[in-house]
């Protein structure tokens, strides 16, 4: 095709209004310019859905990090109430064996949550290593 061509088959060229076709621009050069654009608009929203996913992972950690403490703390609370019923409750066996297993059990929770939350702290580190 030597000639400018246009959409209706006539020799003048139509606006594409919906395309943003420009009024002096032929289809080839209008082609190359969406081309690249659209090119340009796939880099930026893979961008965007990177910061979005550094976002999120970042605020997984956060949380995670808040539950790790908050029970790290209720086992610290725990362990003190079982050090208060022995300290004025020594005759209080059930009390305080019901505190130390209160401080045990959420002790434990803490230690189950703590290395699965350091493992995927690694295996993101080593998939950004990996890049």
């Known amino acids: 095709m030597t000639g400018p061509s246009s959409l209706n088959g006539s020799h003048r060229l139509q606006v594409c209004s919906f395309a943003g076709r420009r009024a002096d621009e032929t289809l080839h050069a209008f082609l190359l310019r969406r081309h690249q654009e659209m090119g340009d608009e796939i880099t930026a929203f893979e961008a965007l859905t990177e910061r979005q996913a550094s976002m999120l992972w970042a605020e997984r950690e956060a949380r995670i990090a808040h539950e790790c403490s908050l029970l790290v703390g209720q086992a610290w609370i725990a362990a003190v109430v079982a050090g208060l019923f022995g300290i004025f409750r020594p005759d209080d066996w059930l009390g ?29 580190i080593s998939r950004w290593r990996g890049r």
């Open 96 to 124: 305080l064996m019901i505190a130390v297993s209160l401080a045990s059990m959420i002790g434990g929770i803490s230690l189950v949550r703590l290395p699965s939350a350091f493992r995927q702290a690694l295996g993101r």
